[in-house]
């Protein structure tokens, strides 16, 4: 079993930045493929970015270039540093392991004009 818990979340202004951070527990974490996934009010929940276990990145059209996946094994954490943030960013975050049922609960982004 694991557990996701993200944080990080925050108020920004447009163009401003944050880092969110996705602690799972469990030793098998190194195993899994992780996602940073997003939900805005009426909208569906997409995805916005992965990372295997060896490090390969993958980016939603809409983030790439200002968002950053990455990982920390020893730390079972996973990160999500957001740059250049836009209104349209404003989302409640989720971290899971593609494929898994395994999801945090949330962290909202708020993004001001």
């Known amino acids: 079993q694991v557990q996701l818990v993200e944080s990080g979340g925050g108020l920004v202004q447009a163009g401003g930045s944050l880092r969110l951070s996705c602690a799972a527990s469990g030793s098998i974490f190194r195993r899994y493929a992780m996602g940073w996934y997003r939900q805005a009010p009426g909208k569906q929940r997409e995805l916005v970015a992965t990372i295997t276990s060896g490090g390969s990145t993958n980016y939603a059209d809409s983030v790439k270039g200002r968002f950053t996946i990455s990982r920390t094994n020893a730390k079972n954490t996973v990160y999500l540093q957001m740059n250049s943030l836009k209104p349209e960013d404003t989302a409640v975050y989720y971290c899971?392991?593609?494929?898994?049922?395994?999801w945090g609960q949330g962290t909202q982004v708020t993004v001001s004009s």
């Open positions: 899971s392991a593609p494929g898994t049922s395994y």
